[in-house]
């Protein structure tokens, strides 16, 4: 049984170059959410999938954040000219078809924007 | 609007000591769903809970229990005879019907001293 995974772990960049993040989710599991998360801080949600529809985004999500899960499988977050306010721990959860079904984590995407 | 509140930032027990973290919730939604999630220092979000509105009676899970009462929009969460290895953050999270987006409590940080 394999979790939610996340690939890079870590990424480092500089101001104003683009980042993407993958998720890939319980292989089960329809739903896909992305969240940010800052130190000290509760997640805060970004934007939510069904297969590959998403159906649910936050004002959060700038015009420079895009999200994508192309075939309602693996899903990617681009955030394009990044600025130091964009690093935090980006967080991809998956979870099964009913509304109150649980989210499980992937263990997140740490960015840091230099 | 929904919000959740933690009003407890870090709590520091001694081990063996049981220790109640809070939990109070708003929302409009009739049928909402309530969690908790664990935050160990690796960073990785555990769930431990899910409760649905309708459903009031209380849970144990071995050394590990939640009081949910409606009357008072509360969720809290017991851990008796507590450990070291339960030292993390701990997170109250809500889903109300009208959306899919979990909104989260700010944390709290438990601490459990040897």
């Known amino acids: 049984d394999t979790g939610v995974s996340q690939d890079p772990r870590h990424k480092i960049t500089k101001r104003g170059q683009n980042v993407t993040f993958r998720c890939d989710p319980i292989?089960?599991?329809?739903?896909l959410y992305w969240y940010r998360q800052t130190l000290g801080q509760g997640p805060e949600f970004l934007t939510y999938f069904q297969n590959e529809a998403q159906l649910e985004k936050s004002r959060l999500l700038s015009d420079r954040f895009s999200a994508e899960r192309p075939k309602g499988s693996f899903s990617t977050l681009e955030i394009q000219r990044t600025e130091q306010g964009d690093s935090a721990m980006y967080l991809c959860?998956?979870?099964?078809?009913?509304?109150?079904?649980?989210?499980?984590f992937g263990p997140g995407t740490r960015l840091t924007v230099t | 609007a929904q919000k959740v509140t933690q009003a407890q930032t870090e709590i520091s027990v001694v081990e063996k000591e049981d220790v109640t973290l809070d939990c109070v919730y708003e929302t409009r939604d009739t049928t909402y769903y309530l969690f908790w999630y664990k935050q160990p220092p690796s960073g990785e979000l555990v769930f431990l809970i899910r409760r649905n509105s309708f459903d009031e009676q209380n849970e144990i899970s071995g050394r590990y229990s939640w009081n949910f009462q409606k009357s008072t929009s509360s969720f809290n969460f017991t851990i008796t005879a507590s450990q070291v290895v339960d030292s993390a953050v701990y997170f109250c999270?809500?889903?109300?019907?009208?959306?899919?987006?979990?909104?989260w409590g700010a944390g709290t940080k438990l601490i459990i001293k040897p």
């Open positions: 959860a998956s979870s099964q078809t009913w509304k109150g079904d649980e989210q499980y």
């Open positions: 999270a809500l889903r109300g019907d009208s959306n899919y987006q979990l909104i």
């Open positions: 292989s089960e599991h329809n739903r």
